[in-house]
């Protein structure tokens, strides 16, 4: 999320569809009233502006948009040799090894997605754990003990009108992200966190099935340990 060329560029964290579709499959069954959120909201994670962005990466029909507008989505610039060299270190190890049964149950579907896919090193979250591929973009979901976690990866950016930046909450984009790159967002039903890694785009989402009560839909410190337990494995590499 940065200013370039004049727009900002604002990283899909995924197909929403893919995501919502995740989400609806793992989340946790509970009648809990809604609760104020955790983390102060902008926009719903700029939910709203990812939709209509999404949009765009569905195949091209009979006019192409200009070549750099506003609705001309690009590829964001991925480092594969950092993510290479985090790939084969030793502490990936550890987390390859804990998702080995998944990765080769899921090599075809993994070796598909042209980004660095990221998956869960903590036991729990690696368990039962699903993966929606879809070229630059990919999801993967699982549920467990009360919770449900999506995590969803993008390689794919689009430009949003300098205009649009400025009628964003604080007046642009910049403003909202930490030192630390992680932006964090509390709901009703859990928290969310994006982030980027090796110049991709990345979100997760964890809901609760009793989220006022749940140490990890109320604190940041839980979501952003996920976030640091996190491996890699590069597309190609899966068997």
Known sequence: ????????????????????GASA?????A????RPASQP????????LLAGALAQTRPPVAVAAQRGGPAQSQPLPIDRAAAG?????????????????????????????????LLPGDPDLAANLRIFPNGPFYTVSSKSSGMSFVLMGSGRAFPIAPGTAKGLPGGNLAGRIPADGIVI??????????????GAS?????????????????????????????MVIMPGTAS
């Open 25 to 29: 499959q793992t989340r946790p069954a």
């Open 85 to 117: 060299r985090v790939a084969n270190s030793a502490v990936n190890t550890r987390g390859r090894t804990l998702n080995a049964k998944f990765i080769s149950g899921n090599a075809a579907a993994i070796n598909s997605v042209q980004i660095p896919v």
């Open 41 to 48: 909201s902008s926009s719903g994670n700029l939910i709203g």
């Open 1 to 20: 999320m940065h200013p370039r060329h004049g727009t900002w560029q604002i990283a899909a964290a995924s197909l929403l569809g893919l995501a919502l």
């Open 185 to 198: 967002d509390g709901s009703e039903a859990g928290i969310s966190a994006s982030f980027n890694r090796f």
């Open 202 to 230: 990345y979100s997760i989402s964890l809901e609760c099935a009793s989220p006022a009560a749940d140490p990890r839909c109320t604190s940041s410190a839980y979501i952003r340990g996920v976030i640091g337990r996190l």
């Open 31 to 34: 009648n809990t009233p809604a």
